[in-house]
């Protein structure tokens, strides 16, 4: 089991950052593949980045590619999303979720969500 707690979300004017963490339990987090989500009003939940256990993976949505960037830090069983040039279009609830990496197919460990509105 892993228990996931995303923290960082706020407002933000359009061109600023936000940093998001998540934060996991357990002692088998490098284990897990780590995947960042957001929902928007009205909108489906979308993948924005996932990364390998190991950090050597990583795939970006074309919608934030030179813009976010994924981090983890297994020693401390926390991920990071770096949020820069923010747009309108970002806003949405993010959640952050994990995988063990060995295994194909959907996330089933899901954190709480964090709110992300930015401002035009």
């Known amino acids: 089991q892993v228990q996931l707690v995303e923290s960082g979300g706020g407002l933000v004017q359009a061109g600023g950052s936000l940093r998001l963490s998540c934060a996991a339990s357990?002692?088998?987090?490098?284990?897990?593949?780590m995947g960042w989500f957001r929902q928007a009003p009205g909108k489906e939940r979308e993948l924005v980045v996932r990364?390998?256990?190991?950090?050597?993976?990583?795939y970006y949505a074309d919608s934030v590619k030179g813009r976010f960037t994924i981090s983890r830090d297994n020693a401390k069983n926390t991920v990071f999303l770096q949020m820069n040039d923010l747009k309108p279009e970002d806003t949405a609830v993010y959640y952050c979720?994990?995988?063990?990496?060995?295994?194909?197919?959907?996330?089933?460990?899901w954190g709480q969500g964090t709110q992300v509105t930015v401002s035009s």
């Open positions: 979720a994990a995988k063990l990496d060995a295994v194909v197919g959907s996330y089933p460990y």
């Open positions: 357990g002692r088998t987090f490098s284990s897990y593949a």
């Open positions: 990364v390998s256990w190991s950090g050597d993976r990583v």
